[in-house]
């Protein structure tokens, strides 16, 4: 099993619509959460950390669920420059020495 | 200007050749990380310091050396590539939350 899972998608969602990812980790010992995003060819860049109670940044929620292993991404009112791979990533310590990162998660907003 | 830097952007190189690709950053991080990235796996890391002294092997740290010049700069080493190092290679710093990377190196071993 992978330390962290991925749906890769992709997700056509239609602008303007909300879209949600799910990740799930595989490490009950993982301390801190993270989602970044990645154009194509591109680096990836961070969106947002997850804590344990949620947390929003305008139109992104992130949510954790440390019982189930799983956190979450959701898009409101999607933009077309939302188009891009999110990758989840996940850290056995509390900092950030040593990330694992998922496949990602491909995500095209169509007009 | 860009805080990390990665040289080259693209590179095309023959099997068996030493390829150094370098990064540097002026966000005065002491953590410096080399990742690659490939279809379908994710990015992988590589080697990370976390001070000019203190360098560690990541998880697929075979075939690959690094150097850590100075603060600054993290170079990474290819001693005789082999094509199955074709693959996008991201540097990246942190401070004690996040991880910034730089534009990628592609690699490609022929």
């Known amino acids: 099993r992978k330390e962290v899972e991925q749906d890769p998608g992709p997700f056509n969602v239609p602008e303007g619509a909300t879209v949600a990812f799910n990740c799930t980790y595989s490490?009950?010992?993982?301390?801190?959460f993270f989602w970044y995003r990645q154009d194509c060819r591109k680096e990836p860049k961070l969106l947002m950390s997850?804590?344990?109670s949620g947390n929003e940044d305008g139109r992104f929620t992130a949510q954790l669920n440390r019982a189930s292993q799983y956190i979450s991404l959701l898009i409101r009112d999607s933009k077309l420059s939302d188009s891009a791979t999110y990758l989840c990533?996940?850290?056995?310590?509390?900092?950030?020495?040593?990330?694992?990162f998922g496949t990602g998660t491909r995500l095209t907003i169509i007009p | 200007d860009a805080d990390v830097t990665q040289t080259p952007r693209n590179r095309i190189t023959k099997t068996g050749k030493r390829i150094m690709l370098e990064c540097s950053q002026t966000?005065?991080?002491?953590?410096m990380y080399w990742y690659r990235q490939d279809p379908g796996l994710g990015l992988r890391l590589i080697y990370y310091?976390?001070?000019?002294?203190?360098?560690n092997k990541g998880e697929i740290s075979d075939g690959y050396s690094v150097s850590r010049q100075a603060q600054a700069k993290f170079s990474l080493s290819l001693e005789s590539a082999i094509p199955n190092q074709t693959a996008l290679y991201f540097c990246a710093t942190s401070d004690s939350h996040w991880q910034y990377f730089g534009p990628g190196t592609r690699l490609t071993v022929t």
């Open positions: 310091s976390f001070d000019v002294k203190d360098i």
């Open positions: 966000k005065g991080h002491d953590r």
């Open positions: 997850v804590y344990s």
């Open positions: 990533v996940v850290n056995k310590r509390s900092g950030n020495e040593k990330l694992t």
């Open positions: 490490n009950s010992a993982s301390q801190s």
